[in-house]
T-cell receptor, first 111, second 119 residues
Framework: KQEVTQIPAALSVPEGENLVLNCSFTDSAIYNLQWFRQDPGKGLTSLLLIQSSQREQTSGRLNASLDKSSGRSTLYIAASQPGDSATYLCAVRSGDGDMRFGAGTRLTVKP | GAVVSQHPSRVICKSGTSVKIECRSLDFQATTMFWYRQFPKQSLMLMATSNEGSKATYEQGVEKDKFLINHASLTLSTLTVTSAHPEDSSFYIC???????????????FGPGTRLTVL
């Protein structure tokens, strides 16, 4: 059974800092991995999707990497802004369609 | 605690038929449930937000008359794909946020998903 862990659970940084969010998973036989952001009271917004054959994806100030062998993914946010404040979740999908979510990292970017 | 179930886990149907997918919070009350879908090799995308006792809020590009959502109780939301077509074949997943003593929390608990195949 796949287990997904996100560290840290919460993170507070001053505006402008670069930061890294971590996601680890126990079963390396994954189909893809996704990073989402969640704003209070809202559904998830997809940020980046990494297929199992890929090592990284980039979108604007966001970069996500995937290392299947070590069971890890990182989400790098460059030049953080107060608008980046949200909860960030990673989700790992296996080949049979099962999807497991991490508990999320609550990010606060202070002006 | 905080378990969300979906039924069925897999469904195959003929084009033109309607399919109902249930999402249940088994051990908590869910004021809000979300419905997502994921096409092969694409990201999971939010379809709609469902609040108990009120009409669902649909994301742009999602046809409300095709994807009927009913959230009749605090533990059950249903998604009905009406007149299904092969392009509706996808992975549908729901999530629920729980309410403690009238207070809403933001943590989403996800169901295991339903794989729909329309022939």
């Amino acid at each position: 059974k796949q287990e997904v862990t996100q560290i840290p659970a919460a993170l507070s940084v001053p505006e402008g800092e670069n930061l890294v969010l971590n996601c680890s998973f126990t079963d390396s036989a994954i189909y893809n991995l996704q990073w989402f952001r969640q704003d209070p009271g809202k559904g998830l917004t997809s940020l980046l999707l990494i297929q199992s054959s890929q090592r990284e994806q980039t979108s604007g100030r966001l970069n996500a990497s995937l290392d299947k062998s070590s069971g890890r993914s990182t989400l790098y946010i460059a030049a953080s802004q107060p608008g980046d404040s949200a909860t960030y979740l990673c989700a790992v999908r296996s080949g049979d369609g099962d999807m497991r979510f991490g508990a999320g990292t609550r990010l606060t970017v202070k002006p | 605690g905080a378990v969300v179930s979906q039924h069925p886990s897999r469904v195959i149907c003929k084009s033109g038929t309607s399919v109902k997918i249930e999402c249940r919070s088994l051990d908590f009350q869910a004021t809000t449930m979300f419905w997502y879908r994921q096409f092969p090799k694409q990201s999971l995308m939010l379809m709609a937000t469902s609040n108990e006792g009120s009409k669902a809020t649909y994301e742009q590009g999602v046809e409300k008359d095709k994807f009927l959502i009913n959230h009749a109780s605090l533990t059950l939301s249903t998604l009905t794909v009406t007149s299904a077509h092969p392009e509706d074949s996808s992975f549908y997943i729901c999530s629920a946020t729980r309410t403690y003593g009238g207070l809403h929390t933001d943590t989403q608990y996800f169901g295991p998903g339903t794989r729909l195949t329309v022939l």
